[in-house]
């Protein structure tokens, strides 16, 4: 960006708010990507993977099937329509179009425009919050994977390594400066996050012979201890756990499911990692003076 319009949208709070609002509802429409096709992709090659062991050692491997985050062009899935450009307008288009189809008039999920909208203020808040510089940067590029990582987590019960891990060695680049944390807590908070909750697991299992959780919540705590250092990882876990016990309970008694479906714990980190980047030190001193 050249020097001199980073510093006017520096310099007026309105305007540079509302540019990364337009930003936000752009990369919400990618996000809405990535949440659908991501899983779809892990699936794939996992099938593929299968296939091929199945295979002789002699026998030529099939052709893996060409879908990414790029390729096919999206579609309608009850038609096939492919969709055109001026109908992919963030949230306009849905409701320029009504939240139906132009090709079949099937039913567009309200999701999608809500997914940007949320993207767009949330990016909004952050760069407002942290400032114009490296540090908000840092915790809107933080907010856009906890976004996708939370809606995939909720709709498929899965917390990809291809957005945990970079999200892990990222948040230790950041701290190289101390962005949040000083290196070290950084460090130690990475091994941490991941070992807590793998204690955790393991207990659980010994004690009931049934696994808690998935290993890529242990991933996930440890990319936040990454960004906010060991310090912060008690409020992310009691936080998340609070937060997931009480939606949890609500959700067995309003739909009456039981308590034998599990209920993802990503979506609950990814909510206290993002409060975390907020308001981290104010929660930290409420928890430790609650405590003291």
């Known amino acids: 960006m050249d020097s001199s319009l980073f510093t006017v949208l520096q310099e007026n709070p309105p305007l540079f708010g ?8 752009l990369v919400g429409s990618f996000l809405n990507v990535v949440i659908h096709r991501l899983p ?15 295979l002789p050692l002699d026998a030529e491997q099939p052709p893996k099937p060409r879908y990414n985050l790029m390729t096919p062009r999206s579609a309608c899935p009850h038609c096939g329509h492919q969709i055109g450009a ?42 407002l919050h942290l400032g114009a510089g490296f540090a908000g940067a840092a915790g809107i590029l933080l907010t856009w994977a906890l976004i996708a990582l939370v809606v995939i987590d909720a709709d498929t019960y ?11 060695w990222l948040g230790l680049l950041v701290n190289l400066s ?28 010994l ?23 060991w310090t912060a990882l008690p409020i992310i876990v009691l936080l998340s756990s609070v ?34 980047l907020m308001w981290g030190g104010d929660l930290g001193r409420m928890l430790f003076s609650g405590l003291g």
């Open 18 to 25: 509302g540019f990364l609002f337009v930003l936000g509802l």
């Open 40 to 54: 779809k992709m892990i699936e794939a090659d996992f099938r593929h993977e299968c296939a091929c062991v199945d």
């Open 86 to 127: 001026l109908e992919n307008v963030p949230v306009v288009s849905w409701l320029l179009l009504r939240g139906r189809c132009r090709g079949c008039k099937a039913a567009i999920s309200p999701r999608y425009p809500l997914i940007e909208l949320a993207t767009a203020a949330l990016t909004a808040w952050v760069g």
């Open 158 to 168: 899965l917390l990809p390594d291809s957005v945990t891990l970079p999200l892990l």
């Open 178 to 205: 101390a962005t949040f944390v000083p290196l070290s807590q950084a460090v130690v908070g990475a091994m941490a996050g991941y070992l807590i909750l793998w204690g955790i697991f393991w207990l659980f299992k």
């Open 207 to 229: 004690a009931t012979g049934k696994e808690g959780m998935g290993y890529g919540d242990f991933k996930l705590l440890a990319a936040l201890g990454a960004w906010f250092g």
């Open 243 to 276: 937060a997931g016990a009480v939606i949890g309970i609500a959700q067995v008694v309003a739909a009456k499911r039981g308590w034998s479906k599990p209920i993802p714990f990503g979506p609950y980190l990814g909510i206290a990692g993002w409060l975390t």
